[in-house]
């Protein structure tokens, strides 16, 4: 079965711009979630999306945004791009509900620059 | 404030020999550990995992201890490949938290043939 993808998979863009990130997930797979990548700080928690509806939100400000469309499929949304969010973006897809196994599936992710 | 922490960013060891990756967490309410492994240009594939209740996990060649009293796991290796030299990332999660994890910084562990 087809994995989960994101596009693009490059990116980049100009301080002040925004940028929308896409993510199709694996089928049948409800949840999905995003993460971001940086040297030095990991994977950090953005949001997870399930059924359309937010159910968690990371510690970052509100000019990151998501949505999650009928289909399952989930974009997300800088606003007023700072040189700070350049980087890898990764999206995540399960059909896993909370308290149960996590079968996470990422994508290859987006790298993003802002110059 | 990073509450799972790999604190060694890289390691090496000899093909055949154990490969031991460490994280340490801060949070007593994580109850579930994950290790994910990550290739370059590619997504995190998920490697291993354990519930608190367990204090050790087998698969193959992996193997994954935990003590909870000291807040630490470790991922054993054995015997290390070169296909293994990655990226390793440590994840923990709230059992009945929403499904979000907290990754580690990470440790890239090179095998050396």
């Known amino acids: 079965k087809a994995g989960v993808t994101q596009t693009p998979r490059y990116l980049i863009k100009t301080r002040g711009q925004q940028v929308t990130l896409s993510c199709s997930p694996i089928s049948g797979h409800r949840s999905v979630s995003w993460y971001q990548q940086t040297p030095g700080q990991g994977l950090q928690f953005l949001f997870e999306y399930f059924s359309e509806t937010q159910r968690n939100k990371g510690n970052f400000p509100g000019r990151f945004s998501g949505r999650q469309f009928s289909n399952s499929r989930s974009e997300m949304n800088v606003s007023t791009l700072e040189l700070g969010d350049s980087a890898l973006y990764l999206c995540a897809s399960s059909q896993i509900l909370p308290g149960q196994n996590y079968g996470y599936t990422f994508g290859s992710g987006t790298r993003l620059t802002v110059v | 404030d990073q509450q799972v922490k790999q604190n060694s960013p890289s390691l090496s060891v000899q093909e055949g020999r154990i490969s031991i990756l460490n994280c340490d967490y801060t949070n007593s309410m994580f109850d579930y550990f994950l290790w994910y492994k990550k290739y370059p240009a590619e997504g995190p594939t998920f490697l291993i995992s354990?519930?608190?209740?367990?204090d050790k996990n087998e698969d193959g060649r992996f193997t994954v201890f935990l003590n909870k009293s000291a807040k630490h796991l470790s991922l054993h290796i054995v015997p290390s490949q070169p296909g293994d030299s990655a990226v390793y990332f440590c994840?923990?999660?709230?059992?009945?938290?929403?499904?979000?994890?907290?990754f580690g910084t990470g440790t890239r562990l090179t095998v050396i043939p």
């Open positions: 354990i519930s608190s209740i367990k």
């Open positions: 994840a923990a999660s709230y059992k009945t938290g929403a499904n979000n994890l907290f």
